[in-house]
């Protein structure tokens, strides 16, 4: 009988023993499937990481390569625009020492309409690159990008407004030149 007993106790332990070290081996596969699945999710989050960064650099680069581009436009268009004036103005005075005008307040409203067409049309311009940007930048971005350009606006009014003062002086040191130059020989004539 004690035989019996301690067989069957030697038997329990050996069974108990078994079921501890399969427990143990299903916990341990269990720790290095979530070890394993942690890993992944970690380098999925990374990857993801960077994948957003590399697009917000793309998306930040395509945004800056697309205001540069139009501000190189708008400069381009603004040159091309003041050759053409300058070409128009120097024709007229071509034109205007051939023709003698009459009066000098001619000269003084033919150039102050041209710096009034010259305002309105940098006017529409601002308005138009303003609406553009508006559609195209996100609005936390909206009000520096539109200060830059309320600033550049007025610089470019200001050198307008600046453009059109030299152009009357210069007229009116022409003028005044061209009045003693005739008084001179008129002098001389006598």
């Known amino acids: 009988m004690y035989q019996v007993r301690k067989f069957r106790r030697r038997r329990l332990i050996r069974y108990h ?13 269990r720790q290095s499937q979530l070890d394993s699945a942690h890993a992944m999710l970690m380098r999925h989050h990374e990857q993801t990481h ?16 697309h205001v540069k581009r139009q501000h190189q436009t708008e400069l381009n268009n603004q040159d091309e625009y003041m050759r053409r004036a300058q070409r128009e103005l120097k024709k007229k005075h071509g034109l205007e020492q051939k023709q003698q005008p009459k009066s000098l307040k001619q000269k003084e409203v033919m150039i102050r309409k041209q710096f009034r067409d ?13 609406a553009q940007v508006l559609q195209t930048t996100p ?5 520096i990008i539109i200060r830059k350009l309320k ?10 407004a ?14 005044s030149v061209r009045s003693e130059h005739w008084m001179h020989i008129t002098i001389d004539a006598t």
């Open 118 to 130: 010259t305002c309105k049309i940098q006017t529409r311009q601002y308005k138009a690159l303003k």
């Open 139 to 143: 609005k936390e971005e909206q009000k």
């Open 162 to 175: 600046e453009q059109y003062e030299e152009t009357i002086a210069d007229m009116l040191q022409k003028q």
């Open 17 to 29: 023993d078994l079921e501890q070290d399969l427990l143990r081996e299903e916990l341990n596969k």
């Open 151 to 160: 600033e550049e606006q007025r610089r470019k009014m200001a050198l307008l």
């Open 50 to 65: 960077d994948l957003e960064v590399k697009q917000q650099r793309a998306v930040h680069g395509l945004r800056e390569d």
